[in-house]
Each structure stands twice: as C-alpha cells, then as structure tokens.
C-alpha cells in the first residue's frame, strides 16, 4: 500500500516532499536529468554527480541507526536524489515521518522520473551463504577471511586458497570474489596472488578514500617449510612481505613488490599481516597492523604496525606492541590515538590491548581487558559513523567457550567497554572474521568455521539494531 503525500511543493530549483508513512513505500516525484544534487544520510556525504555509488539504475542507501532504506530507481544515471535526508525512529519497526528535500537545478527540458521507496530494515538474520566452499573451484581448503567496501560500495572478498589442502604450508593463493549488491551475489572465485608452490597469505586489506585503490600487505613464506620451521629460524628462507593493489574495485590486480627490506627486521623469522583489514588515519596515513617471532628460536610473538604516507608507494616499519600477543586490528578514536587489539599467545583467555599517540610509531604497555574472552583467535573491528553524538565500534570473535558461538558486541566509548549491545551471528564453530559496512546500511561479516570435516568460509550481513543488551 503507498502513503499519502502530506505535502508537495513544486519550484523551478528546489522541490519539498513530507511523507506521512507507516508501509513500505511513498509516492512518486520528478527530478530532472543532468540536475546537480547532493545529499546527506547517516553522517556520510555524497556531492560529486559522478560518485559510482550513484551511477546505476537502482541503488539502495541506507541509515543503520535508523533502520531506514531509502531505495532511489531512476531511468537515466546523471539523475541523483539529493540535497538531505531525513527520518526519526518512532517504534523499533515504524516509523511515522519522513521529511525528503531535494534540491535541483534544471538543465534541460527532459524529465526523468525518481521513485522513492522507504521501508524499515528488516531485524531478520540474514541467509549464511557459504561463499568459498572448500573443495570446490580448483582448491581442497580455504581460510583467513578478509572483506572490505570500496568507494563505489562494490565488496570484494578476499581468503587464502590452500592447493595441499592443509595448515598454512605448502602451495597457497590469494584468491577473491566480488559483490555489486551487498553480497548477494558474486563473481566467480578469481585468483590474485600466486607464488606457485610457496605460500602466499597472511593477508589485510585496507582503501585509500582518498585515491579508491585497494591495497593488500601479505606475506610469502617457503612452502617446502612447516611454519614451526620457519619460526625457528631453521630454513634457509624466511618469510617474506608483500603489497599489491587494485584500482578498478578488485577487477584487476598489481604484481605483488617487496617490501621485505623496509617492514621486516632481520631477526625476526615469521611474520604475519593483520590478517583482515587495516585502516586509513585522518591524515591519510595507511595503517596496518601485522606480527612476527623473535628471539630464541622465535618463541617471543609481537604485535607491530607497518604505514605508509605516500597512498602506498613506499611503506614504514611502525612500533611493537606488547608480547604474548600476535593477530591484531587496529581503530582510530576521535582524540587521534590507535586503539590496537590482539589475539592473546599464552597467558589468560583475555584480549591484549595497547595504545599509540603517534599513528602507530610507537605503542603503550600491553594490557588486557578483561571483559573480552580471547579464545586465541583472530577478531575483526570496524567503526561506523557516530549515534546522537556517541561512537559506534564493533567487535567481532568467537565468544567461547574455545573457537565458538561467533558473537558481535558493540562500544560507544571506543573500545573502553563492550555493553553497547551484542548479537550471536553462529553458534558452534566459528573462528576468524572480517566486517565491512555495506551500502544498504547493513554490516557484512566473511568469517571461517569448521564443518563437513572442512574449512568453510561464509557471509552473512545484520543491522545494528539486531544488537540486544546482554
């Protein structure tokens, strides 16, 4: 059933609409061609006629917080809605008011005709898809997930691809698919990292917002070598680290370059990226957390940060971070400080945390939060846009017991506790993860899990406000 149009004003620059609504859909309205417009939902900001997320016939763009959609289906891609948006949350499903301002400036005399449809997010879970089924597609194994949203909102996927079908040994790819409609679906599995029978992975990814290149920092480590090996320093190579980029949205991949020589101190024997995704600062500097064994035959495991200022053409070894400590992600908070936090390497099932003032060159004392059961696994972070003024973080791991009942808690005194809310996405195996927020507003996760006596990676997206209080 449509709503009524409470009231509609026609200019020849600006056209007001008001919808009083409570179903799925409000009416109908014009704009014209080559109209320049911009809008505002949610904190994020779209002016450039050209943006990619607005050049396609029909787009979703969403509020998480509001739980709104605001689906725009226009004829001709030069027509974009705009100047704001705005909708109250009345009830958890229902909302009662929607006030819509577009504001245009005619061109020409062709109409094109923009139908605004408004629906609530639905609470839902969404389908768990088994996105890299191992055994299919040329590999027996797959794991380490990855998952990041491009500037035009495109997702790309990115896992190891195990040809021996084992551990992280022998001959292993990085390989990836992508998404144009928030992970429904995807391309088929493209392979973007092959050292042949070495061991290619280990992999982070991270956008540069400001050029909209895709930039993977991996490592490349002896495939002939068990990882033990390689970590104490018994193998005539040692692991290696790389970076290769995209800039087309993943379609197409640079050759990986070392950068073994700039990141990597000599004594250090293995070394690892992330894995998941890094971040980029307010000043543009590219960050990645990463980890590495040191020590008598490596048995001391550090978390550090490699950056680059330059959008990726040269990179910088940043400052360890604690001891104990390995896998790690890192947040910026809104005084500037690098929130960093680790997957704990022995000592008590609580995550290690630790802090740096100077972009990553240098870090606090590890410490542990208690709070967060660290079951010695990977987690994923990700910031969304603030709330009534508060921040919005999200963790995601496996809540326990052990590598179990994948779980996502949220924070709004960035990362200082946890009790914004948690949602339980799988219950039963589940181990590492990455997020990403994707363009309908929803939070995509990739995570890995153990089942059909295999490794499994799957997607699966919520809104935030699945999230309950525990």
Known sequence: MRSPIASTAFCFSTVFLWFASSSAFADVTRVQPNDRVRTEVDGDRFTERTDPRWVAPSLDLASSFHAARIAWQLPL?????????????????????????????????????????????????????????SGQEGYPRYRIPTLVATNSGDLVAICEGRKDGGGLTGNVDLVCKRSRDNGRTWSKLQRIGDFGDDTFGNQSAVVDRHTGVIWVACTCSPGEHLEAAITRGETDRSTRVFVFSSDDDGETWSRPRDITSAVKQPAWTWYGCGPGVGIQLRDGRLLFAAYHCEGNQGKTVRSHSIYSDDHGQTWHLGGNAGGGNSESQVLQRRDGSIYLSARTSGGPHQRSLADSKDGGKTWSTKRFDESLYDAFCQASLLKLSPTAGQPRWLYCHPAGPGRRNLTVRMSRDEGRTWTGGTLRLRAGDSQYSSMARLRNGRVGVLYDCWQDNNYQLYFTTFATTQLQPE
């Open 77 to 133: 891609p030069e027509v974009v809605p705009a100047e704001s948006v705005h909708h109250q949350r009345q009830h958890a499903r229902r909302f009662d008011f929607r006030h819509v301002h577009f504001e245009a400036t005619r061109q020409d005399r062709n109409d094109a005709r923009a139908t605004v449809a408004l629906a609530t997010q639905t609470e839902a879970p969404a389908t768990q898809q088994r996105l890299f089924h």
